[in-house]
């Protein structure tokens, strides 16, 4: 539900597997989080933050946009990036941004255990098919 406080993770984003079983029951990279960050990170990829941080939580996980562009005012970035999803100028972030989600420094070990062992039980089952 989108009010709800906490929520499942999915560590390999569910809309790159097309949230098919077995991959979207499998309790080896779905986390407990909470839903603003959770929806912020969305389907972007995981790494190291660079670029304006748009997003950042008191538990230290980051969201950055990276503009390749050179356009953008960074702080009409952190805006859009802010607004509620129907409202964002998705053309704009998705063509002239890189966008990238940075777990906490205490997650980052169990982040990478996750997408490892996902990628390795299920590589042949196009889970890169989505998004």
Do not use: C
Request: cysteine-free; proline content about 8%.
């Amino acid at each position: 539900m989108a009010n709800d406080f906490i929520n499942a993770e999915h560590t390999w984003p569910q809309s790159f597997f097309k949230e098919q079983m077995p991959m979207v029951a499998d309790m080896h990279h779905i986390f407990p989080t909470l839903s603003k960050p959770n929806g912020m990170r969305s389907n972007h990829p995981i790494g190291m933050v660079e670029g304006t941080v748009v997003y950042t939580t008191s538990g230290g996980a980051k969201l950055s946009a990276r503009d390749k562009t050179g356009r953008h005012n960074p702080e009409q970035v952190k805006v859009w990036f802010n607004l509620p999803y129907q409202q964002q100028p998705h053309d704009v972030l998705r063509n002239d941004f890189k966008v990238t989600f940075e777990p906490p420094d205490r997650h980052k070990g169990n982040t990478a255990r996750a997408l490892l062992y996902f990628y390795l039980r299920y590589h042949k089952q196009n889970i890169r098919q989505g998004a």
